[in-house]
């Protein structure tokens, strides 16, 4: 399963959780022109990750987010039409899950991600949904 | 490479600056009589859509106003692609709020002048400014509604469509207007028809969304939307 490299990772997630640009530069000691370059890079590694998965599992993509990392895709499971909710999980990787199966430790990660304001998931499929 | 059947939107940036400012040149003409404004209102509202979009290197090139006006989005400043139409409740007016306000301008102005209108003019005036408002209400009002939903927009417009035969029963007293008011019912009926049923792309960057549409059969949809997908990976 894709993984971001671990500096590249650590930029993306802290910019996902809603830091500047300049503020994880001045917390790395790093330029702010190389977090932007690793973002970039980042964004367009997940693309290419929830593609590659979509792609391989015959999926519809509905919608593909590389600054927060999500998918929504439109799959089929046991011949039936479902969704599919991806996730890039910072040390982990991508993990998708059909339906409303979501788990509680998906919406901890909406939640520290911004993707939601509370641990909830119709509020989760809502945001993903709308 | 030109994305067949693909068309960018004016829903935001310059377009939509050009297409609220050609509003606002054609509702002062209607006021005004000028003909000059009316004339170039309709240039401009011309020159506010999109007439195509291609890819070169990396960048997606969403040209405007005949072509004249490219407006460039790099593939790493793209941090999101919604397909709306495929989201269970894509609603256009959320993404695009602006869109909103200018067909709002445009329904207060008629009503408006409907109000203010007195008893005893030509038929057609009155038909022109419920023509706007029955428009107007009824595209709004689908931009509002999630996409998809086109059975409950139709009934909508039908009602609206029927509120504007009252109204301009009111003002004329004259049956004879009716067959008018039933071809700006089809014509707003197969408006916003088109309007569910059209594919909508959302590319959302740091400076703001835009809008590419089509209704281009699924086989170039897909195919355009893999090549904004090759645009936004890595290589």
């Known amino acids: ?130 | 490479m030109k994305l067949e059947g693909v068309r960018p939107s004016n829903f935001s940036g310059i377009p939509l600056m050009i297409a609220i400012f050609s509003l606002v040149l054609i509702l002062g003409a209607m006021e005004l009589s000028y003909w000059w404004m009316w004339t170039v209102g309709w240039i401009l509202i011309f020159a506010s859509w999109g007439v195509l979009v291609k890819i070169e290197n990396k960048t997606l090139v969403l040209k405007y106003a005949f072509g004249l006006l490219p407006i460039k989005l790099k593939g790493d400043d793209i941090d999101e692609i919604l397909i709306l139409n495929r989201v269970e409740r894509g609603i256009l007016l959320r993404h695009f709020p602006i869109i909103g306000i200018a067909y709002i301008e445009a329904l207060v102005y008629a009503s408006c002048r409907y109000f203010t209108f007195p008893e005893n003019l030509l038929p057609g005036y009155y038909l022109g400014t419920l023509g706007i408002i029955v428009m107007s209400s009824s595209v709004l009002l689908s931009m509002a509604v999630p996409i998809g939903k086109t059975r409950h927009k139709l009934l909508a417009t039908v009602a609206i469509s029927i509120a504007g035969a009252f109204l301009l029963w009111l003002k004329t007293r004259k049956a004879e207007m009716i067959p008018m008011i039933a071809v700006l019912a089809m014509i707003t009926l197969w408006t916003v028809y088109d309007i569910d049923n059209e594919d909508y792309i959302v590319l959302r960057t740091k400076k703001g969304k835009y809008l590419l549409t089509s209704n281009a059969p699924r086989d170039k949809v897909e195919k355009a939307i893999k090549a904004i997908m090759e645009v936004l990976s890595d290589d």
């Not at chain 1, 830091?19 to 330029?31: D, H, P, Y």
């Not at chain 1, 519809?60 to 929504?72: D, L, P, Q, S, T």
């Open chain 1, 1 to 130: 399963m894709i993984r971001l490299p671990e500096s590249m990772e650590r930029i993306w997630t802290m910019r996902a959780k809603g830091m500047r640009e300049i503020e994880i530069a001045e917390n790395l000691g790093i330029s702010r022109q190389a977090v932007n370059k690793s973002l970039k890079e980042a964004k367009a590694k997940l693309f290419e990750a929830f593609f590659s998965l979509a792609e391989t599992f015959s999926w519809e993509i509905v919608r593909a987010n590389g600054e927060k990392g999500f998918m929504v895709a439109r799959g089929k499971c046991g011949g039936k039409a479902t969704r599919v909710y991806a996730f890039y999980i910072p040390e982990k990787g991508i993990r998708a899950f059909f339906g409303n199966e979501i788990p509680e430790f998906i919406l901890q990660h909406a939640l520290e991600f911004g993707i939601i304001k509370k641990p909830d998931k119709r509020e989760l499929i809502n945001a993903l949904e709308s």
